[in-house]
C-alpha cells in the first residue's frame, strides 16, 4: 500500500487523500454498532462507533484481511455535532481497533439509518498484498 500525498499539500489528520494498493481485495459492507445478535447495547455514537469498528475487524479476519490492510472507509453519521463531539473517544477507539491512519476516508452526515437507533454505520474496502 502507498499513501498518495501531492507535492505541497498538508498531511491530512486521521485519514490519507488517497491510497494505492495491490492484491486481493476485501469489501466489507456497513457496519453499524450493534454486536453479533443484532442488538445495540448503547446509543451513545462513539460506543456504537466502537462496536461498528470491532465488527470491521472480525469480518476482515473472516476474508483473511487485517485492520491494517483497509485502504478506503465511509463513515455515514446521523449527527455531524455528535460526531465533533464524541471524536476524540471515536479516534481512541479506532486506534485501539484499527490502529493505522492510513487509509482514504470520507464521512457523511445522514438524516438516518435504516436501523433507528444506530448512530454510525462505516463501510470498508481492504486489500491484501500479493
Known amino acids: 500500500m502507498q499513501v498518495l500525498l501531492p507535492p505541497g499539500w498538508p498531511r491530512p489528520k486521521g485519514y490519507a487523500n488517497g491510497v494505492t494498493a495491490r492484491g486481493r481485495m476485501v469489501f466489507v459492507a456497513g457496519t453499524i454498532g450493534w454486536d453479533e445478535h443484532g442488538q445495540f447495547h448503547s446509543d451513545d455514537m462513539a460506543i ?17 484481511a487485517k485492520p491494517e490492510h483497509i ?13 465533533l463531539e464524541k471524536s476524540r473517544e471515536i479516534g481512541q477507539a479506532f486506534k485501539t481497533h484499527i490502529g493505522c ?14 436501523e433507528d437507533r444506530a448512530k454510525v454505520e462505516i463501510e470498508v474496502t481492504a486489500v491484501i498484498p500479493d
Not at 472480525?58 to 483473511?64: A, D, I, K, P, S
Not at 485502504?71 to 460526531?83: A, C, D, F, L, P
Request: no cysteine; charged share 15%; proline share 0%.
Open 71 to 83: 485502504v478506503r472507509m465511509t463513515w455515514y453519521v446521523t449527527s455531524k455535532r455528535e460526531y
Open 101 to 114: 491512519f492510513n487509509a482514504a476516508m470520507t464521512a457523511v452526515e445522514v438524516s438516518a439509518l435504516i
Open 48 to 64: 456504537q462507533a466502537r462496536q461498528a469498528l470491532q465488527n470491521i475487524v472480525t469480518v476482515l479476519t473472516e476474508g483473511g
